[in-house]
């Protein structure tokens, strides 16, 4: 059985720019949530999309956006780059919302510059 | 707010030792994950814990929790140098009151030493 998907695994920006990450769920999983990974802040929790609609959201600014399309495959957007965005990027999918047992992509690694 | 709190944070031992970490969380819950994450990849799910006293083993690991205390703990035993890794512990707030998402540690990094 396939694992979760993440695509693109790097990807360069500078500041400014505006950034979109793809995640394809486990099949079967209809439940897709990501974090965010840096040294100094960990792991944190951004947003999880069921069923095309996002059901909680972290604490981030309104430049970080998601949505999540009827075959449950998930974007994560960033608008604006800043530097501090740096970080990798993590997605997880469940069969059915938090907190069910989550499991993670490979991450997308985001640099701005 | 959900805090964890894991200790240590940094451990460095030898290879046929025993050792534990420390998973501690602020508020109710009632499931809790340790993930493992080795350089550059991702997080590999190693044990879940769903009620208290539950206790999971798996090889060398052996996880257990305690929700009255609100702690977990990993306790590694006779370690090889394999499990050198990053341990998360993540605690999922309480199932009856939202979600917020996983509320992770900081992680303990672990190099076991030959």
């Known amino acids: 059985k396939a694992g979760v998907t993440q695509t693109p695994r790097y990807l360069i920006k500078t500041r400014g720019q505006q950034v979109t990450l793809s995640c394809s769920p486990i099949?079967?999983?209809?439940?897709v949530s990501w974090y965010q990974q840096t040294p100094g802040q960990g792991l944190q929790f951004l947003f999880e999309?069921?069923?095309?609609?996002?059901?909680n959201k972290g604490n981030f600014p309104g430049r970080f956006s998601g949505r999540q399309f009827s075959n449950s495959r998930s974007e994560m957007n960033v608008s604006t780059l800043e530097l501090g965005d740096s970080a990798l990027y993590l997605c997880?999918?469940?069969?059915?919302?938090?907190?069910?047992?989550?499991?993670f992509g490979p991450g997308t690694r985001l640099t701005v510059l | 707010e959900l805090k964890v709190e894991q200790n240590p944070l940094f451990l460095s031992m030898q290879e046929g030792k025993n050792y534990t970490i420390y998973c501690n969380y602020s508020t109710t819950s009632d499931r809790l994950y340790w993930y493992r994450q080795d350089p550059g990849k991702s997080l590999e799910s190693l044990f879940v814990l769903l009620s208290n006293g539950a206790v999971k083993q798996e090889g060398r690991l052996m996880a257990s929790l305690d929700t009255k205390a609100r702690l977990s703990t990993l306790h590694i035993t006779a370690a090889v140098h394999d499990l050198s890794a990053t341990y998360f512990c993540a605690v999922a707030p309480y199932s009856g009151g939202g979600a917020d998402g996983l509320t992770f540690g900081k992680g303990t990094h672990l190099i076991i030493q030959p």
């Open positions: 999309y069921f069923s095309e609609t996002q059901r």
């Open positions: 997880a999918s469940s069969r059915t919302p938090q907190p069910d047992e989550q499991f």
């Open positions: 099949s079967g999983h209809r439940s």
